[in-house]
């Protein structure tokens, strides 16, 4: 099982998941963001064993490889419209694709688009809402468990040790957390994290 924690923004959160075994730390390039970071403190970042992630809404290819680059980063998370053509120029094995499940009329709609997009990437990431991120809210496990899909899917969406027991009933193989294991928007709550590090891997 993969687990992320998303929206970096202070040294201590990273070295604090990375020693936890956390797999995935998010970076979010986008200014709106509450949790945007620049590229250079990203740089300054160096787990031992998590993989830095970007989350990216509106760039384009060029400043995406550009940003991935000069940040140093292992993944690329495109949050925005992106296409199938966009996450195969950028290298399939290290693209997660987000896509949103409320944007989709039935669950088979929605398992479709994600065939397309698989063969583009490496995870798909299924967040709340019909945009954006970071919104606190979580979609409905009882629809994602009669979501059959091949491909990896993450799940992500208001995650946090008060819903995880039920979100693991969805059959996702990774969890992406963020303002469920906050304080404020971009400060991490240790407790929290090991919180549900514990509830998803059952290890103390
Ligand atoms: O977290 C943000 O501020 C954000 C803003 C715009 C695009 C993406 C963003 N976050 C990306 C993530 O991967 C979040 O973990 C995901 O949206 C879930 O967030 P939350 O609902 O707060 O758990």
Redesign the pocket.
Known sequence: MIIKV??MTRAEDVEFCDALGIDLL?F?F?PE???NVAQDWVAAQKPGRALKTG?F?RQGVEEIRAIATGAGLDLL?L?GGHTVEQCLALGPERVIKTMWPERYPTVERLASDMLLFAPACRAI?L??GKS??????SLLPKDLQRLQCPHPWYL????GPHNLTVMKTTGAAGF?????VESAPGIKDHEKIRHALQLLRGKP
């Open positions: 998303c929206g998010g979010i986008y963001s509450p949790r989350v809404v998370q949050h990431l967040d709340s954006g991120g970071g919104h606190g809210r992500a969406g208001g995650l992406d957390l963020n303002s469920g």
